[in-house]
């Protein structure tokens, strides 16, 4: 059971975009589309941003967008904004193992 | 309020036992699949385990498998995570968290409870 990896550390200013990679393996995230992308504050429980790969759920911003190529997904967010500043963790189902893999967060810092 | 609650975190020694409980409100608790999920101290997410909505096989995180028992009770709405032979690393926080999708076994956690800490001592 192998953990997806994303970056620690990723930063931008408000207005612009910054995307957050998370690579897994042919048996996770690159087997299927079960990948969802989770956001989370300092003191709070993680929150849905993106599932199934590009989804979103109802009101979550349409800044917030996710793709996936290979066995690399992607969270783009578009227009920063200060509140944007947290925690971001991707998922994935491991179909082949029957289990959820997450990855290791990538702190995004509003410069 | 669509919610999950747990609760049964605290203090322990390593080797003693621990039950965490979510109760769930505000939605048809028996058509979802509930998973636990713990936050380390390094702020990793781990995959725990998981109490399938048709109680199929459940499968659990190599690190805790054959020491954590999950189990649910529909007439309660609560499921359970019994925690035996605790070591350090088991030290986090416990949330559990509901598949978006009725009746799938994996997808999305698109509502989490507030977490319980779990810290275990030598």
């Known amino acids: 059971q192998s953990a997806l990896t994303q970056p620690p550390s990723a930063s931008g200013s408000p207005g612009q975009s910054v995307a957050i990679s998370c690579t897994g393996t042919s048996s996770d995230l690159g087997g299927h589309n079960y990948v969802s992308w989770y956001q989370q504050h300092p003191g709070k429980a993680p929150k849905l941003m993106i599932y199934e790969v590009s989804k979103r759920p109802s009101g979550v911003p349409d800044r917030f967008s996710g793709s996936k190529s290979g066995n690399t997904a992607s969270l783009t967010v578009s227009g920063l904004q200060a509140e944007d500043e947290a925690d971001y963790y991707c998922?994935?189902?491991?179909?082949?193992?029957?289990?959820?893999?997450f990855g290791g967060g990538t702190k995004l810092t509003v410069l | 309020q669509v919610q999950l609650v747990e609760s049964g975190g605290g203090v322990v020694q390593a080797g003693r036992s621990l039950r965490l409980s979510c109760a769930a409100s505000g939605f048809t608790f028996s058509d979802h699949s509930i998973h636990w999920v713990r936050q380390t101290p390094g702020k990793r997410l781990e995959w725990v385990g998981f109490?399938?909505?048709?109680?199929?096989?459940?499968n659990y995180a190599e690190s805790v498998k054959g020491r954590f028992t999950i189990s649910r009770d529909n007439s309660k709405n609560t499921v359970y995570l019994q925690m035996n032979g605790l070591r350090l690393e088991d030290t986090a926080v416990y949330y559990c968290a509901r598949v978006t999708t009725p009746r799938w076994l994996f997808d999305a956690f698109d509502l989490w409870g507030q977490g319980t800490l779990v810290v275990v001592s030598s």
């Open positions: 998922s994935s189902y491991a179909g082949s193992n029957n289990y959820v893999a």
């Open positions: 109490a399938p909505f048709d109680r199929s096989n459940q």
